[in-house]
Nanobody, 124 residues
Framework: QVQLVESGGGLVQAGGSLKLSCAASGRTLGAYPMGWFRQAPGKEREFVAGINWSGDFTDYADSVKGRFTISRDNAKNTVYLQMNSLKPEDTAVYYC?????????????????WGLGTPVTVSS
């Protein structure tokens, strides 16, 4: 079975930093693009960041560009999201995802597998 487990979420003050991890089992991630999405209660899940199979290309939502960094270590079968200068509006449950193509990275419709999510709360 394919399983994605996110970790690293929690409570942080505005301006602080968190690093999220997404560890995979049951599937080798090196052949697939990966993404991070987030969802606040009562709202639609939205794209945060994407990375191609090798890590050579990345993409970010305008709301997080310059503050967040997505990376991957295929040898460890793990994807990361470094979040700096956090704002209260970043509060959400963050999900990692295995996607079918990097070209469709911004769409949740491209996702083959979702993690269960890790909550991030940013206080002011």
């Amino acid at each position: 079975q394919v399983q994605l487990v996110e970790s690293g979420g929690g409570l942080v003050q505005a301006g602080g930093s968190l690093k999220l991890s997404c560890a995979a089992s049951g599937r080798t991630l090196g052949a697939y693009p990966m993404g991070w999405f987030r969802q606040a209660p009562g709202k639609e899940r939205e794209f945060v960041a994407g990375i191609n199979w090798s890590g050579d290309f990345t993409d970010y939502a305008d709301s997080v560009k310059g503050r967040f960094t997505i990376s991957r270590d295929n040898a460890k079968n793990t994807v990361y999201l470094q979040m700096n200068s956090l704002k209260p509006e970043d509060t959400a449950v963050y999900y990692c995802a295995i996607q079918r193509s990097y070209a469709d990275r911004r769409s949740g419709d491209s996702v083959d597998y979702w993690g269960l999510g890790t909550p991030v709360t940013v206080s002011s």
